[in-house]
């Protein structure tokens, strides 16, 4: 894989609502489309994917507004009660004048016999599902009162609800709700992927996420540029196997450093994680107090904690932060780390406490890591600090948030999280992999050790990163499938991490 990897697939790309509207119509034309054609042809995508996922329905309850989403649910309204469904349309605001196609989708439903109501006058309670078609894509600013108001009536309900292209209320480029936002259980987003509805609190709003390009995928995909990609692991190249003749010299050797005194958790995680990605050398230098509890059960890892000089001459990488603490201890080698990295430019990962003493050590100096080999992996709270902003600011716009970080540091950045983002200073790219289970401690330190066992290995910082993130979000999903979210423990990854690795 190359540090540019893209895939071709329009399905793994990801766009901002503002390129769909922009480009859509040419690659609909393009396939003998007018846009009229394209919301029937969305509304009929819809309909398929409402009675795949809602099988027992015959009671529906569609709601709409007034732009193109209100269109396709008229579409889906009409289609569902040809079905011979249930149907019952409500409106934000019946007495508003659509205009477009939207207005042609309205009148079509009138000619099927249909009806519509203002959304007060209906009881949710004897449906079996709302579709969601109040808001769309271009939606901005913050959601009016009278919407908000349907918006919670939605949500108080507890009835399943399918959302048209996305949950309204959700900033569709950032996955913000924009003051509340529809919690779907199901979202059906059409034409192309949006940014939004991938990471951060949109994963949250969406729902199980389904795509349709309804048809016209190999057009818009050579017309619009993507802001990002999705990867997964197993769409990712494959590893190689290894050499006959290959020797644990051939693998590297990480020195991974952090473990103050009361703290050795943290760098066993990483350093066993390494291990278990496939590093052959792996070197954990640690507080003396932390020496017996980082060695014991685990032999094949080396420990140090005196001369440090020493190990960072015999390392090729560097794994930073995890239990090091902010002391002067820590302090100390801290900037003999910084001082190395200038004067070797040897690939590095940085982590946990490492991050937190580069943001300070960053409000002086605005850059310490002088090449594009070093990763820095900050969740939230770490990504505010070293960008000192909040973390709502990062949380607010995940994706520029991480490019912001890479840029800053000179660093492939990981802004961890619901859908972890990945980003080289100029490339994004969004993980598909992972789920709640891996809210626990000690899971940051496991992907450091996955990270820094890549780039041991001879992979650069973006590949080592991607691989990386990727992997680590797998085996947990692996490990969810098998024994459920609840209960994963950060060191339950090793075995799966081993399995994943090695080509079938």
């Keep these: 894989m190359t540090d540019n990897w893209a895939p071709s697939s329009l399905s793994q790309k990801v766009f901002l609502a503002q390129q769909v509207r922009q480009h859509e ?3 609909a034309e393009t396939c003998g489309y007018n846009m009229y054609m394209l919301m029937q042809r969305a509304g009929q995508g819809i ?13 529906v ?14 579409v889906v309204a009409a289609l569902a009660k040809s079905f011979g469904w249930q149907v019952t349309v409500a409106a934000l605001n019946p007495n508003k004048t659509l205009s477009g196609d939207a207005h042609t989708a309205q009148d079509a439903w009138f000619k099927e016999g249909g009806s519509v109501k203002h959304w007060q006058e209906v009881e949710f309670a004897p ?21 908000g108001e349907l918006i919670n009536a939605v949500n108080d309900s507890a009835l399943p609800v399918l959302s048209i292209d996305v949950p309204s209320g959700l900033n569709a480029d950032t996955g913000v709700p924009l003051g509340v936002s529809i919690k779907a259980d199901c979202t059906v987003t059409v034409v192309a992927q949006k940014a939004g509805l991938l990471t ?11 795509y349709d390009d309804l048809d016209i995928a190999d057009a818009f995909n050579t017309i619009a540029t993507p802001v990002a990609c999705k990867v997964s692991y197993v769409d990712l190249p494959e590893l190689g196997k290894r050499e006959p003749n290959a020797h644990k010299g051939h693998f590297g050797r990480l020195l991974s450093v952090g473990a103050n005194s009361g703290m050795p958790g943290s760098l066993r995680l990483t350093s066993e994680a390494a291990l278990r990605t496939g590093a052959a050398l792996v070197r954990a230098y640690c507080h003396t107090d932390s020496r017996l509890p980082i060695s014991m059960g685990r032999p094949e890892l080396m420990i140090a904690s005196e001369q440090l000089d020493k190990q960072l ?22 900037s003999q780390l910084m001082a190395h990295l200038e004067s070797h430019q040897k690939p590095c990962v940085i982590d946990a406490d490492g991050l937190n003493l580069l943001a300070d050590s960053s409000r002086s100096s605005h850059t310490l890591l002088s090449t594009k080999r070093s990763v820095i992996t900050p969740h ?3 990504a505010a600090r070293l960008l000192h902003c909040s973390v709502s600011e990062i949380e607010n716009d995940r994706l520029n948030a991480a490019q912001t970080l890479a840029k800053k540091y000179n660093a492939v950045a990981v802004l961890k999280g619901a859908g972890t983002i990945i980003s080289d200073g100029e490339q994004r790219w969004i993980c598909a992999d992972g789920n709640p289970g891996m809210a626990t401690a000690g899971m940051g330190d496991t992907l450091t050790g996955i990270i820094a066992g890549f780039i041991s290995q001879g992979m650069s910082a973006t590949q080592g990163a ?27 990854l090793f075995e799966p991490l081993r399995e994943l690795v090695n080509p079938t």
């Design 313 to 334: 001459d015999w390392s090729s990488c560097l794994a930073i932060g995890p239990g090091l603490g902010t002391d002067k201890w820590a302090t100390d080698i801290f």
């Design 200 to 210: 951060g609190q949109g994963k949250s709003y969406c729902g199980k996420l389904i």
């Design 127 to 147: 449906y079996d599902v709302i579709v969601d078609g109040i808001l769309g894509t271009g939606l901005t600013g913050q959601v009016r009162d009278d919407a």
């Design 380 to 382: 939230p709270g770490e």
């Design 47 to 59: 309909f398929r994917h409402l009675k795949a996922n809602f099988p027992y329905a015959h009671n």
């Design 25 to 27: 119509e040419e690659a």
């Design 61 to 74: 309850l569609v709601i709409v507004g007034a732009g193109n989403n209100a269109g396709d649910g008229y």
């Design 466 to 492: 991607i691989y990386g993130v990727c992997l680590h979000a797998r085996a947990a999903d692996n490990l969810a499938q098998q024994y459920g979210q609840r209960g994963m423990l950060a060191s339950d």
